[in-house]
């Protein structure tokens, strides 16, 4: 989205960019249930047009802040092989993280996170000349309760009804396709009414975290 919006904005001929997709999280490379401790992962596409004809909803504010020094949290000590999953079968995050904190501060890494999390939505609501007081709902990653309640609902003080997380905790982990697909359950659930300003966050590793503010203009059409 973030990547979408610099594209339209670069060169005004430019009239819509089509944002997609797709993950598959299945054996034997990836096992859903166990791969990552804390979220359960779902296989999903999703899709988003931004354009520079109105529509339903109108993008505010975005920002992606990153840490590539964090990388190694979920590559841990395994080596570059000559192929996928040559050195190991099965994606193991958990096994990467403790990797990675026998060899690192784990307090700087948790403060990173956290300094950066905040950052990141600070970032997207100034770009938006809004506060975190005026959004209305929020289309949150779809981790586990624990994770999510310690990443963003205790963080930033969110109410998880004010969230997708009665409906994300459903459906599962989408990769990066969380915030479209929220952002497209709130319309069709009618939690859009115009006015309604909706924050979406993503996290991904490597590492990077993302957010927009959506303010709606007009009802969603399905």
Same mark, same amino acid.
């Given at each position: 989205?973030d990547?979408?919006?610099? &594209?339209?904005?670069?060169? $005004?001929?430019r009239?819509?960019?089509?944002?997609?997709?797709?993950?598959r999280?299945? $054996?034997?490379?990836?096992d *859903?249930?166990?791969s990552?401790?804390?979220?359960? &992962?779902?296989?999903?596409?999703?899709? /988003?047009?931004?354009?520079?004809?109105?529509?339903?909803?109108?993008?505010?504010? !975005?920002?992606?802040?990153s840490?590539?020094?964090?990388e +190694?949290? !979920?590559?841990?000590?395994?080596?570059?092989?000559?192929?996928?999953?040559?050195? *190991?079968?099965?994606?193991?995050?958990?096994t990467c =993280? =403790?990797?990675?904190?026998?060899?690192?501060?784990?307090?700087?890494?948790? #403060?990173?996170?956290?300094?950066n999390q905040?950052?990141v939505?600070?970032?997207?609501?100034?770009?938006?000349?809004?506060?975190?007081?005026?959004?209305?709902?929020?289309?949150?990653?779809?981790?586990?309760?624990?994770?999510?309640?310690?990443? &963003?609902? @205790?963080?930033?003080?969110?109410?998880? !009804?004010?969230?997708t997380?009665?409906? #994300?905790?459903?459906i +599962?982990?989408?990769?990066?396709?969380?915030?479209?697909?929220?952002?497209?359950h709130?319309?069709?659930?009618? *939690?859009?009414?115009?006015?309604?300003?909706?924050? /979406?966050t @993503?996290?991904?590793?490597?590492?990077?975290? @993302?957010?927009?503010?959506?303010?709606?203009?007009?009802? $969603? $059409?399905?």
């Open positions: 989205l990547l979408a919006a610099a &594209y339209l904005t670069a060169d $005004p001929t009239h819509a960019a089509l944002i997609t997709t797709g993950d999280f299945c $054996p034997p490379g990836f *859903r249930w166990r990552d401790p804390g979220t359960v &992962y779902a296989d999903g596409g999703t899709a /988003l047009v931004l354009s520079r004809t109105p529509g339903f909803a109108r993008l505010r504010g !975005h920002a992606t802040v840490a590539p020094d964090l +190694g949290m !979920h590559r841990g000590d395994d080596p570059f092989g000559r192929a996928p999953f040559e050195t *190991r079968p099965t994606v193991d995050l958990d =993280k =403790k990797a990675f904190t026998r060899r690192t501060d784990i307090m700087r890494a948790i #403060s990173r996170v956290t300094t905040h950052l939505v600070e970032r997207a609501l100034t770009a938006a000349d809004t506060t975190l007081a005026d959004i209305d709902t929020f289309a949150l990653p779809h981790l586990g309760r624990r994770r999510l309640e310690a990443g &963003y609902l @205790s963080k930033f003080g969110i109410d998880p !009804h004010d969230t997380w009665p409906w #994300s905790r459903t +599962g982990h989408l990769g990066a396709g969380d915030p479209f697909a929220g952002l497209d709130l319309a069709a659930t009618g *939690r859009l009414t115009p006015g309604t300003l909706c924050l /979406l @993503s996290v991904g590793a490597g590492f990077t975290w @993302s957010a927009a503010v959506i303010e709606i203009t007009t009802t $969603p $059409p399905w």
